[in-house]
Nanobody, 120 residues
């Protein structure tokens, strides 16, 4: 089992920055790809960014490309999401996800989420 705890959310003005952290416990996440997703009120959860287990490759939703940066520190069992040039439409609950394929099964874990609110 992997437990994920997000932190770093809050209220920020448009154009500002926040850095989210996702601390994992219970098991090392070094073999997991890690991702960030978000869910705004009344909307479905959507992909934001992902990083492979070794950190070599990153992927971003078009809406955040060039503004957000995902990174990881496997020694600290932590993943980060640096969010710059925030917009009101970035307002959502942000969730951390750990994902890996084990044989024929997909194993993934979710955190409880952290609220990000961007005021205009």
């Amino acid at each position: 089992q992997v437990q994920l705890v997000e932190s770093g959310g809050g209220l920020v003005q448009a154009g500002g920055s926040l850095k989210l952290s996702c601390a994992a416990s219970g098991r090392t996440i070094s073999s997991y790809s890690m991702g960030w997703f978000r869910q705004a009120p009344g909307k479905e959860r959507e992909f934001v960014a992902a990083i492979t287990s070794g950190g070599r490759s990153t992927y971003y939703a078009d809406s955040v490309k060039g503004r957000f940066t995902i990174s990881r520190d496997n020694a600290k069992n932590t993943v980060y999401l640096q969010m710059n040039s925030l917009k009101p439409e970035d307002t959502a609950v942000y969730y951390c996800n750990a994902f890996r394929v084990a044989g024929d099964a997909v194993v993934d874990y979710w955190g409880q989420g952290t609220q990000v609110t961007v005021s205009s």
